[in-house]
């Protein structure tokens, strides 16, 4: 137990801190603003090629370890179908009802498994992300596209979000580099060892600055429901796919923790530009990630890491 807190207290402590810089305003709204974008698109990236690229994935079941991923996704996403034919949950609330069931916060993970696994275990968080990242986005492109109806959903601009994504390409360019056993540059590594040291810090306070505790005020059903899938149904989904593969305990505890992260921030963006339900997305956000203190709590206890 005292690992688990080691390993979750200074995470959701970050997460605090960075809630505390909004309420006083410090440095600024623009300044976090631009945080988000440097954080995204360079000190991720740099994190993701550098583990990637020097990581040792020799004998690793990528397969079975990454199909346990998607399947689990998958299963969240037709249970999220089930449950909305049966209900009158409008087209844009259950976009985000299922963006709050899919999505995972990136930062928050890496965190988590860098604290608990090291090295080894964000190499292979990276592979799983590879895959999961398009897979979402394409589920929530079209969850957008056929109870939404908006025109901006289009499969074109699914594809474009895909091949742009700088984690994605990130993955890639790393685990392309480790493929072909290529070796980087002692200056080039160096300079990503440096890059990634500030990714997990900064990504963790932007979580926190763009916490909304007033939205969780208006909590609805759904609201429950998306919880409730991305907390608690995920995980014994992934955990029941991954012991049928017969996965090893470190690759079952990686998946099973992925499939309990919170939804991600980047969910409000995308109910924005699409149509969606705002207000709930926010509510959603939020809530997941004041619970996963708990829920995480209880999960890595029961995993006895």
Known sequence: MEHIISALIPIFLLILIGYLFKRIKFPSNEFWANADKLTYYVLMPSLLVYKLSTASLDGLDAIDFVLTGILGILAVLVVNLILNSKSKTSGASFSSVVQGAVRFNTYVYLALITAIFGDEGIALAALLI??????????????????????????????????????????????????????????????????????????????????????????????????????????LFMYLIGTYFALNTILLSIVIIFAAMPTAPSSFILSRQLGGDTRLMASIITFQTLLSVLSLSLLLGLLAL
């Open 130 to 235: 590879t895959f999961a990242i398009p897979l979402i986005n394409v589920i929530c492109i079209t969850i957008f596209a056929v109870f939404v109806n908006d025109k901006k959903a289009t499969f074109l601009g699914m594809l474009k979000s895909i091949i742009t994504n700088p984690l994605i390409i990130a993955c890639i360019l790393g685990g392309g580099i480790n493929y072909l056993d290529f070796t980087l540059p002692i200056i080039t590594l160096n300079l990503l060892k440096i890059l990634s040291a500030s990714a997990l810090p900064m990504g963790l306070l932007s979580i926190g600055f763009s916490l909304d505790l007033s939205s969780v005020k208006e909590a609805k059903a759904e609201l429950i429901i998306s919880s409730v899938l991305k907390l608690l149904v995920m995980p």
